[in-house]
């Protein structure tokens, strides 16, 4: 016999088990205990009423809806790379690059589709930017539309978004 | 023919001409050696030192482009020593590299990204952040685009316009830190083989105006196919993308290597001629200003032949493939028509030059030729049916497949071109190619053979 063999005794044959009652006690107590503690004090139950009642764990990490940043002079910091799109395991990001003319490098995109009902949130394409000119720092959560079209953000929606934690500009283009 | 000898690369032995170039061995045997000056069309220069190998009773490495063989060379193009010298060498070529690869259309098949991955990684050593400036656009005509700050200064554009076309608009100004490549003053790139030179550079230094930003080559499938400028048949390369929720498109031709057809290079007429095939392009079958299905087409056609049994010619466009040809050629005999290919319309003696260029411009004219098709239209003719062929003829009654759109056609039905469809063709030189299918449209159109299968009594 190979000593490397560690054998494990089966459960499940002894007279209690077999019973399941135990078992069963067991897991109604603790559903119990905690049934008995929240009727007891309501206002300890955790929980939101949103929409009345905002999130206020939204933290710099959060991957909340993309935006696109500018430069300090305001101008957008993407430079139409695709790598952003080409990272993007949904394919949900179409870019058309332009000739750039403001001085800033020699392209841009010339429109930047995020469709936001194929994203995954991933954050793969923030990872990917070499230029900080993509971000999902908006702490926006929530998207709602009334059609499909709605979901699709453009270059102008996501360059107006915001970022909500300070950090307003591409930390990589100046 | 000379005399050929042993050599050792290593631990390896080939056999190679006595005389020849070391490094014409090594892209043979695909023995990996980095390079960017060197170019089996252009020779050796010796200026980028990148294609530096070890070799046995020499003291310091040499480059296997400037070396002869010789009888027992014993040569070693892996190990830490010549890596490091690699590295060094590469070092030097990115002390003033932007390193824009984001914006640089290159990225993805340039040799500099390919080179740095394999030889580079390494931490500069150059402390200044500062590095030499140059001009990001300078439109050198021909549809060629440079960017000094990303040039090797490898020469081979410049060789190009000395050696291959003569045209010598190209050189390389100033020393040292500052030399660029320019054109002459006053004068522009202008030679009907000008936009080689963006293959030819082996970074992002020459882009062409024409592809510029349009796609990232990564995303690019590449199928082999062959040019239908003219009768000469340069081999290319056709690259397309269908982008998600779009068309299959076409987004450029290059250049594929055939030393029995084009050497190395394609023309520019050629290498945009990609761009009138996805213009103008027939969609819908059309009879007297109706659109109708594809079935009452199918009926239209075949009352018309039954009409005009015994008066019907059958005329052929030399671009077409040969295995379409022969479809036409059964289909004619089946309705017992007259078959002819008028060939005088593809002759464009302008157009002929002592390079590439054939007069004949007609891609599959020689099939034509070696059936012994009739060229000449007979003079009465009732009903005729045309399979692409540009000229326009008299008939009482004409029925037009037509790949591009014709505002005079009565009755047109549309064809796939070239690109959607394979078959292959013969140039005018004997020499019988087959071409690739490239596009695989969202809604195809029919070929040749598909709409004689579904016309066929
Ligand atoms: S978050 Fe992920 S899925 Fe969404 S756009 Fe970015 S890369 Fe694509
Ligand atoms: S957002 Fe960033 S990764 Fe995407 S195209 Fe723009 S610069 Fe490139
Ligand atoms: S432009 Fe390109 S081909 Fe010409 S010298 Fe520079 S790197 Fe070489
Ligand atoms: S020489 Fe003729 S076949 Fe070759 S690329 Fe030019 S047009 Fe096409
Ligand atoms: S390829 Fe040999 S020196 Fe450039």
Known sequence: MNKNITVIPRHGSSLKDKLYLPAIYDGVKVTFKHFFKNVSDINAVDTLEYPEEQPTDITERYRGLHRLTHRPDDSIACVACFMCSTAC?????????????????????????????????????????????IRMDTGIFSLTGSSREDFIMDKEQLLSHKGAFGEENSCARD | MSEMVEVIVDDQTFHAEKGSLLIDLLIKEKVKVPYFCYHEALGADGNCRMCMVEIEGQKRPQIACDTFIKEGMEVRSKGENIEKVRTNILELELINHPVDCPTCDQAGECSLQNFYMDYGLHDTKITIPEKEKGLKKVDLGSNVILDQERCVLCARCTRFTDKITGTHELGIIGRGDHAKVSTMPGKKLDNPYAM????????GAL???????????????????????????????????????????????????????????????????????????????????????????????????????????????????????????????????????????????????????????????????????ETKIPEKCELLINFNHPGKFEAERSIDFRTHQDPDAAFILPLASYVESSGHITNEEGITQHCQKALSKNDPLPTVIEWLEKVSV
């Open chain 2, 207 to 373: 882009t062409s105006k024409d592809f510029r930003f349009s796609q990232r080559v990564w995303f690019l499938k590449t199928v082999e196919s062959v040019c239908h400028g003219c009768a000469k048949g340069c081999n290319i390369y056709i690259d397309h993308n269908k982008i998600k929720y779009q068309d299959d498109v076409i987004y450029r031709y290059r250049p594929r290597r055939n030393d029995e057809v084009n050497g190395f290079f394609i023309c520019d007429e050629g290498r945009l001629s990609y761009k009138g095939l996805q213009e103008n392009r027939q969609h819908e079958i059309v009879l007297d200003n109706e659109v109708i299905s594809e079935d009452e087409a199918i009926e239209a056609l075949k009352d018309l032949v039954k009409k005009y049994k015994s008066n019907i010619t059958v005329i052929i466009d030399a671009n077409l493939y040969t295995e379409d040809i022969e479809a036409i050629l059964n289909f004619s005999k089946e309705i017992e028509a007259n078959v002819c290919a008028p060939l005088d319309i593809y002759r464009d003696e302008d157009f002929k030059d002592d390079m590439l260029k054939s007069a004949q411009r007609a891609a599959n004219y020689k099939t034509i030729e070696n059936l012994s098709l």
């Open chain 1, 89 to 133: 395991p949904s394919d949900c990001i179409f870019i058309e690059a332009t000739e750039r003319e403001d001085g800033h490098d020699e392209k841009m995109p010339k429109s930047f589709f995020i469709d936001t009902l194929e994203c995954i949130f991933c954050g793969y394409c923030v990872e990917a930017c070499p230029c900080d000119a």
């Open chain 2, 196 to 203: 080689n030179v963006v293959d030819l550079c082996p970074v």
